[in-house]
T-cell receptor
């Protein structure tokens, strides 16, 4: 069964450093998303991406964040200068179709900012 | 901004009995609702969804009920199995791809 994959599973970085989180969405999916979950809290929407551009973003997704689809398979989330409060699980998701339907989530990357 | 609320952080149910997980929302623009299950160290897995034009959707052991006037939805699992033990999130969308998640309910099914 096709699945969303994410690498690395755990990323440790120093405050102020840049990190790039990698995702490979399901191959025929057209819409891509990033969410995060701070430990013990709810899953929060960050950004949605379609047709090589951001279609929607939350207030969390400020200038420190960017997304890119550098080739036909990868979808990345970059945090330019990490802060302690960026420590969280980051989930990538994808979906196919023009209507609202279920998003398929990857296993997540745990980001720890020291 | 708690547009989607799951007021019970945890629930314990005996195997074979019914599990009922509840979710309330405040935004009347939400028109699509989903339930996700999440195991530790894994991403959320889609379970079942319902559009606002329906009041019930059933898939095997899982049934979701939607009460639009009360802005309330619930997930029923019958019969509950130990493998159902996980955190359950409800999520809502207002016609866009942005899902708003609740805080989750941890279900423990006791053997």
């Amino acid at each position: 069964e096709p699945e969303v994959t994410q690498t690395p599973s755990h990323q440790v970085t120093q405050m102020g450093q840049e990190v790039i989180l990698h995702c490979v969405p399901i191959s025929n999916h057209l819409y891509f998303y990033w969410y995060r979950q701070i430990l013990g809290q709810k899953v929060e929407f960050l950004v949605s991406f379609y047709n090589n551009e951001i279609s929607e973003k939350s207030e969390i997704f400020d200038d420190q964040f960017s997304v890119e689809r550098p080739d036909g398979s990868n979808f990345t989330l970059k945090i330019r200068s990490t802060k302690l409060e960026d420590s969280a699980m980051y989930f990538c998701a994808s979906t196919f179709g023009t209507g609202v339907n279920e998003q398929f989530f990857g296993p997540g990357t745990r980001l720890t900012v020291l | 901004d708690q547009q989607v609320k799951q007021n019970s952080p945890s629930l314990s149910v005996q195997e074979g009995r019914i599990s009922i997980l509840n979710c309330d929302y405040t935004n009347s623009m939400f028109d699509y609702f989903l339930w996700y299950k999440k195991y530790p160290a894994e991403g959320p897995t889609f379970l079942i969804s319902i559009s606002s034009i329906k009041d019930k959707n059933e898939d095997g052991r899982f049934t979701v009920f939607l009460n639009k006037s009360a802005k309330h939805l619930s997930l029923h699992i019958v019969p509950s199995q130990p493998g159902d033990s996980a955190v359950y999130f409800c999520a809502a969308s207002a016609g866009t791809y942005k899902y708003i998640f609740g805080t989750g309910t941890r279900l423990k099914v006791l053997a």
